[in-house]
């Protein structure tokens, strides 16, 4: 086992180290410069956008000086200052983070309930009339674009009803005299939001999960149990859905990076203030120090979480970490 974890450790910090790399480079050698979005009149003098370049070492090579600048300051944690915000990157992004886990995280929570209870029962009925209205509508909602989706809610039930805010995550200028209040203007601005993504991640789990509870229902130990004479409901809660759950264990690992990085088409749709905006907005202003803690971090989130899936596998199934040693 320890060798096992071990293995998995070090793969996870050679993709951590390889993913900062590339997420250094691209940025770097994409066209455009930071100093372009910060000093957008042409008649600025040569000097002072020289200045700029020296203030943020971007007039040193990128090999070795910047990459060896981002090093050591990758070692302390320290990501820098934001060219556009003029603030540490570490303070801007825990800012935004609690909107992109509130919204990410509630989608998140309620897309795996309803996706895994749809996919099990579509698998249950596989073949009769409600395994196929499940899947087809399934089907038709993964094909849908999340931004179209969301600028048709915008559409119909904020410019034309009026029912729910245009964007953000609060009433700007808004006074509350409790904290219930605060609660249902939080709630009224998410609701939009949730109902573009949420039915994007419940096709992805119900599909796995139908499909994994298909193939498990042909196991030996399935059909000895029905043979046993236990009842339908037992013998898909006992012996098939959880055996269909590992899967969905990885698949939510990795979604908790979505957590951390929020959902970048969502929140600019509805100008929701969370990480996912925040990294549209630093790749539009090549934002360096920005880009790098956004993805740095959600790169960590997203290994950890894939790195305690990894293991709650070896636990729940011994033939994992044999086939690996």
């Keep these: 086992m320890f060798k096992y974890l071990l293995k998995k450790l070090l793969q996870k910090l050679v993709v951590l180290y390889i993913i900062t790399t590339i997420v250094f480079l691209?940025?770097?050698?994409?066209?455009?410069?930071?100093?372009?979005?910060?000093?957008?009149?042409?008649?600025?003098?040569?000097?002072?956008?020289?200045?700029?370049?020296?203030?943020?070492?971007?007039?040193k090579p990128i090999f070795p000086d910047q990459?060896?600048?981002?090093?050591?300051?990758?070692?302390?944690?320290?990501?820098?200052?934001?060219?556009?915000?003029?603030?540490?990157?570490f303070s801007i992004i825990s800012e935004r983070l609690w909107w992109s886990i509130l919204l990410v995280g509630s989608a998140l929570v309620l897309s795996t309930?309803?996706?895994?209870?749809?996919?099990?029962?579509?698998a249950w009925h596989r073949g009769r009339i409600r395994d196929y209205v499940i899947t087809l509508s399934t089907l038709f909602v993964r094909s849908l674009p999340v931004f179209w989706v969301g600028m048709l809610l915008l559409l119909f039930f904020s410019y034309r009803l009026g029912w729910f805010p245009t964007g953000g995550a609060t009433t700007p200028g808004a006074t509350y005299e409790n904290f219930l209040e605060v609660v249902l203007d939080v709630l009224k601005h998410l609701v939009l939001p949730l109902a573009a993504i949420v039915p994007i991640f419940t096709a992805r789990y119900l599909m796995v999960m139908r499909n994994t509870m298909v193939d498990v229902m042909g196991e030996d130990y399935v059909v000895v149990a029905r043979a046993k004479g236990l009842s339908d409901r037992l013998v898909m809660w006992r012996h098939v859905a959880r055996?269909?759950?590992?899967?969905?264990?990885?698949?939510?690992?990795?979604?908790?990076?979505?957590?951390?990085g929020g959902a970048v088409i969502t929140e600019t749709v509805f100008s929701y203030p969370g990480v996912g905006l925040l990294i549209f907005e630093a790749v539009i202003n090549h934002d360096y120090p920005l880009i790098l803690g956004s993805f740095f971090i959600i790169s960590v989130v997203t290994l950890a979480s894939m790195f305690i899936a990894e293991i709650l596998y070896a636990i729940l199934d011994p033939r994992v970490r044999v086939g690996e040693a």
């Design 67 to 89: 990459y060896v600048e981002f090093l050591r300051g990758l070692s302390r944690l320290d990501f820098g200052y934001s060219f556009t915000y003029q603030s540490p990157v």
């Design 113 to 122: 309930l309803i996706g895994t209870y749809l996919g099990m029962v579509a």
């Design 26 to 59: 691209i940025p770097r050698l994409a066209p455009g410069s930071p100093i372009d979005y910060l000093v957008e009149n042409p008649r600025v003098p040569p000097e002072v956008r020289e200045e700029l370049l020296r203030k943020f070492g971007l007039d």
């Design 243 to 260: 055996t269909a759950l590992l899967p969905l264990v990885t698949m939510l690992s990795i979604d908790i990076g979505a957590v951390m």
